[in-house]
């Protein structure tokens, strides 16, 4: 665990090499989709390494459906088979806002590498839309680090502001209607949703989410 002051980022696993540039992947992966892996490996094309990483707390919403250790399960279980599994690592932070998960990432990490958050458009938007306390105050977050948006329902448009800081990431995969919501809304109604999640979790999510 790497602590700094009152935050830690606790790492369950790491890749071996020491990245220069660091693409973070944070959710509340209830459960951890396709879609999400699918961000990561595409992400690979522009850094070292993905970090996933499952805050301890959310600033927008509340743990419900699988606890926080059983998404750690699920998290290590989906990209243990994944080919690119040598260049994923796994962490939980204390916080859930992007800039306080990079400050617990420089701590863990150093302060040199490049920081990249992965995201799609419709997190994005609400990333750059927050109340972050004062005018000039996400432009001073965004120099810590930058944005790698994958199209949602359409491509991401950036304030200009910030447009030098966030960069178009092209997934492959159509993965636009995927979401762990949507899983677990077919989870409740009995609609089909095992295509949805890597296959190597479905027994888990079976049992996690009954």
């Known amino acids: 665990m790497y602590y700094n002051g009152s935050v830690a980022l606790h790492i369950f696993r790491r890749a071996p090499a020491a990245p220069r540039s660091l693409g973070i992947l944070p959710a509340a992966f209830n459960p951890p989709t396709r879609a999400h892996l699918a961000l990561a490996r595409a992400a690979l094309r522009t850094v070292d390494e993905v970090l996933f990483v499952l805050p301890r707390q959310f600033p927008h919403k509340a743990y419900e459906g699988a606890t926080f250790d059983e998404r750690v399960q699920?998290?290590?279980?989906?990209?243990?088979?994944?080919?690119?599994?040598?260049?994923?690592?796994?962490?939980?932070?204390?916080?859930g806002l992007f800039v306080e998960i990079a400050e617990e990432c420089r701590e863990a990490y150093g302060e040199t590498v490049r920081l990249m958050f992965i995201c799609?458009?419709?997190a994005a938007e609400r990333i750059v839309g927050w109340n972050y306390g004062g005018p000039d105050a996400l432009y001073r977050m965004i120099t810590q680090f930058e944005l790698l948006v994958a199209p949602r329902a359409g491509q991401y448009k950036p304030p200009a502001e910030i447009r030098d800081r966030v960069c178009i990431l092209e997934v492959d995969d159509d993965i636009g209607f995927i979401s762990a919501s949507g899983v677990r809304d077919r989870l409740r109604t009995g609609a089909p949703w095992e295509q949805f999640v890597p296959p190597e979790i479905v027994p888990l999510v079976r049992t996690i989410y009954g």
């Open 74 to 95: 699920m998290l290590l279980a989906a990209t243990r088979a994944d080919q690119c599994f040598p260049r994923f690592s796994i962490a939980a932070s204390d916080r």
């Open 120 to 122: 799609g458009r419709d």
